[in-house]
């Protein structure tokens, strides 16, 4: 669906972009990650053909957005941070202009009526925007995004400044728009990333440092892959029958917790098997219930953090990739048409 090849954008001397290349397949739900300034927005900016690239190419089901400009946006749909609305129309007179600005060629009134039934604005159809909470503007804001019913979805920042509750039905309604849509999301808070995205890409002083899915990533990065276990059932049992799991290497107890009879372990297998299925039938079995089951490998937001701090190693963590990347300057800032 998206092809980005060797893209490059420098300003002066000093580099946003550099050399980035990967690819989105068709129906993937893709996290784009990288700290303010590391070139995130400046590529999704080149991607949209908001900004032309200094080198490099940008597909979009098949279409270059700088030589075919116009049917290659016609596959992109597009909510930046700050949503682009209009806040003294109502939804639908904004709606309504925003169909006719982008030459939609449906039929008008079903096809917003259809949209705004999938992101939940019918009951506000009639209502002036400004008079509008921030999570209703927001999915105003992704409404006007899906006119066209484009194939690729980008959506940046989609829950900045909502609450928890309007957070979790964004979320919710980013999952359901992943069935239908190709979507790149770039956000800040890490576990809803983490919890809507197959694969994610981070991105440091504009170079790719990493592309996988966040388990892979995870694997790779962590250098300790035990499991801590609670376990509701006698210790010593408890102990021999995790000491007998296959390819069990070493089982530690910690003690008791909580109250009688719960009791807590480190355990560890030769060559990182996992034994969780196998573990649970055998606890099962002897009603001996587990209580909770936590992994010592790193989180994505641990991840995000090594591959992004100051000492970070050059070397890219990509799926099938043994290339290295050198440092390059930090990337300009906003005054000098950097990314923000």
């Given at each position: 669906?998206?092809?980005?090849?060797?893209?490059?954008?420098?300003?002066?001397?000093?580099?946003?972009?550099?050399?980035?290349?990967?690819?989105?397949?068709?129906?993937?739900i893709l996290g784009f990650l990288g700290p303010n300034g590391a070139g995130k927005s400046t590529t999704m900016n080149?991607?949209?053909?908001y900004l032309s690239s200094t080198s490099g190419t940008v597909l979009v089901d098949g279409f270059d957005i700088l030589a075919d400009p116009i049917k290659a946006k016609s596959k992109i749909g597009y909510l930046p941070e700050h949503p682009p609305l209009y806040l003294d129309m109502t939804v639908a007179e904004y709606l309504d202009f925003m169909f006719d600005l982008?030459?939609?060629?449906?039929?008008?009134?079903?096809?917003?009526?259809?949209?705004?039934?999938?992101?939940?604005i019918s009951?506000?159809?009639?209502?002036?925007?400004?008079?509008?909470?921030?999570?209703?503007?927001?999915?105003v804001g992704v409404a006007q995004a899906l006119l066209g019913?484009?194939?690729?979805?980008?959506?940046?920042?989609?829950?900045?400044?909502?609450?928890?509750?309007?957070?979790?039905?964004?979320?919710?309604?980013?999952?359901?728009?992943?069935?239908?849509?190709?979507?790149?999301?770039?956000?800040?808070?890490?576990?809803?990333?983490?919890?809507?995205?197959?694969?994610?890409?981070?991105?440091?002083?504009g170079r790719l440092v990493a592309d996988d899915t966040p388990d892979n990533l995870s694997h790779a990065m962590s250098t300790d892959h035990k499991l801590t276990v609670r376990i509701d059932g006698p210790e010593e049992k408890v102990l021999a029958l995790l000491r007998g799991l296959p390819s069990m290497l070493e089982v530690h107890p910690l003690g008791q917790r909580e109250r009688d009879g719960v009791y807590e372990y480190t355990i560890e297998t030769e060559n990182n098997t996992d034994v969780r299925r196998e573990m649970f039938r055998r606890?099962?079995?002897?009603?001996?219930?587990?209580?909770?089951?936590?992994?010592?490998?790193?989180?994505?937001?641990?991840?995000?953090l090594s591959l992004t701090s100051d000492n970070a190693s050059a070397a890219p963590l990509l799926s099938g990739s043994s290339d290295t990347a050198d440092a390059v300057p930090e990337e300009p800032d906003a005054?000098?048409?950097?990314?923000?």
């Open positions: 669906m998206l092809e980005v090849q060797h893209l490059t954008k420098t300003y002066g001397e000093k580099r946003a972009v550099d050399d980035i290349s990967f690819s989105v397949s068709r129906g993937e080149i991607i949209t053909g982008k030459r939609v060629r449906v039929p008008k009134k079903a096809h917003i009526s259809e949209i705004c039934e999938l992101v939940r009951d506000v159809y009639g209502r002036l925007i400004k008079n509008l909470s921030k999570g209703y503007r927001q999915r019913n484009p194939d690729l979805l980008i959506l940046d920042e989609p829950t900045v400044g909502l609450d928890p509750k309007q957070i979790i039905e964004i979320r919710t309604l980013i999952k359901e728009l992943g069935e239908r849509h190709t979507v790149i999301l770039s956000s800040h808070i890490l576990p809803e990333v983490q919890a809507v995205c197959e694969r994610v890409i981070v991105i440091n002083r606890l099962a079995d002897r009603s001996w219930p587990i209580l909770s089951l936590r992994s010592s490998e790193m989180s994505l937001e641990d991840i995000f005054s000098t048409g950097g990314d923000n």
